[in-house]
């Protein structure tokens, strides 16, 4: 039986969300009641402005983005990329695409449905920051799901429709409710708040406490 709910905001493209997702994962390793923990993962856009179908690559929109030269841009990915490699992740953030990411995160909600949602956010973030990929290419998404075992005919289905848009947009209203204005961002059985891709020890210890006030509540 559950005693420990942790819901993360997250974005398919966000650097930090996989790092943070990691981070989270070490902790997990060393919590004596992870077996308890069930996790919900919950959509969040970092750019919903940013115009569908357009694609870029991410060090040319980050460079628009805060104004800075693109030399300032390659440090500041490298800078990323080796905290990442610390958790066991390798970035290839130079041949990272920006997209919006609306339809990656129907997908993902579609996944929910089929018992993969972290399975699936997991894939996302993996195939943007690792591998290249245009997460908002139909044909892609229909792939990746499929790795999981989503039929490909489902995935085109909701990618033909907006199935699951209000889904997401719903994630996002109740992200701004919370007072969410960035991602990583996890709330420990709705009650304790960790923003961030805090170290391992900070969410363990974020852990312990969550858990503590539920055992005595029970």
Known sequence: MSSLRIDIWSDVVCPWCYIGKRRLESALARFEHADEVELHW???????SHPKGHREPSSDSLAKKIG?????IRQMQQQVTDLAAAEGLTYALDKSISVNTIDAHRVAHLAADHGLGGQMHE????????????????????????????PEDETRKVLGSDAYADAVQADIREARGLGITGVPFFVLNRAYGVSGAQPADAFLSALRTA?????TTR
């Open 123 to 150: 894939r996302l973030l993996s195939a943007h920051l690792a591998e290249g990929e245009i997460v908002d290419d139909p044909d892609t998404l229909v792939r990746l799901a499929a790795e999981l075992g989503i």
């Open 68 to 72: 800075a030269p693109h030399a300032q």
């Open 211 to 215: 858990h503590g006030e539920a055992v």
């Open 42 to 48: 919950h959509s969040f856009q970092l750019d919903p």
